[in-house]
């Protein structure tokens, strides 16, 4: 009997090490996020909710792993990953060769463009060369601001929070924001309040695409891009993207 106790004992307590390491085993990997990006991130009462987040989460839960959210300016995220402080970093990042030289990307999830945002009464500006000698609101940081810099000569205010472009915007401060197209259309629906409207979709000046940022030669970059692969084949994808465009992906 005492036997047949002692085989039961070494057998849970066996069972219970095992389940143990397999909980501490799983990993958590830290995630920069940008601190508003509407609708890919921005945060809503005590929680970041979008896009951009519930993507991340259904990868995450194919890969396996947890996620700590690390809520920085976007001009942190690249640095962040280079020092190592971050495993992944998620923000509408364009993929560019530049910063492909500096982190890994995951496949594209995303397409957009460039897009202008003016006052609904404003007149004249329908092609981003309208906005020559004009005062621009740009995000620091972002491929559109360094493309804008480059090919239109305007008076440029850059804004480490893209929110704040748009205040100024409506306060007659800045005569545009120009920044990624689902951005100014979520933020027009949700907070322009009919005082500003969209222009220059028939102007397209830089097609980008979006991918979650990783260390360079990250260990996740392949797992990623599988665990995404699979969420667009078995429709998780589309069902995240029309909560969020009300529409379907292409």
Do not use: C
Not at 149 to 170: R, S
Not at 227 to 244: E, R, S, V
């Amino acid at each position: 009997m005492f036997t047949t106790i002692k085989k039961i004992t070494v057998g849970f307590t066996l069972l219970s090490t095992l389940f143990s390491v397999s909980v501490l085993a799983k990993e958590t990997l830290n995630v920069g996020v940008d601190t508003a990006f509407v609708p890919f991130e921005f945060k809503q009462a005590d929680k970041y909710v979008g896009f951009d987040v519930d993507l991340w989460d259904a990868i995450a839960k194919k890969m396996g792993v947890d996620s700590r959210l690390q809520p920085m300016d976007f001009s942190g995220l690249i640095p962040g990953l280079q020092s190592r402080n971050l495993d992944v970093a998620m923000a509408g990042i364009t993929i560019t060769p530049v910063r492909a030289q500096a982190v890994d990307f995951s496949s594209p999830y995303y397409d957009a463009d460039l897009l202008m945002a003016v006052k609904s009464s404003a007149t004249g500006i329908t092609k981003f060369s309208d906005l020559a000698g004009k005062k621009v609101g740009l995000k620091q940081g972002t491929s559109g601001a360094t493309y804008m810099k480059a090919h239109v000569k305007a008076d440029y205010v850059e804004f480490p929070n893209i929110d704040n472009a748009y205040l100024d915007l409506q306060a007659g401060n800045i005569d545009a924001v120009v920044h990624d197209s689902p951005n100014v259309m979520y933020y027009i629906k949700v907070s322009g309040n009919g005082k500003i409207k969209a222009t220059g979709q028939n102007d397209s000046v830089l097609p980008q695409q979006y991918g979650f940022a990783l260390q360079k030669n990250s260990p996740y970059t392949a797992q990623v891009n599988k665990a995404l692969a699979a969420l667009k084949a078995d429709g998780t994808y589309a069902k995240i993207y029309k909560k969020w465009f009300d529409k379907a992906p292409k």
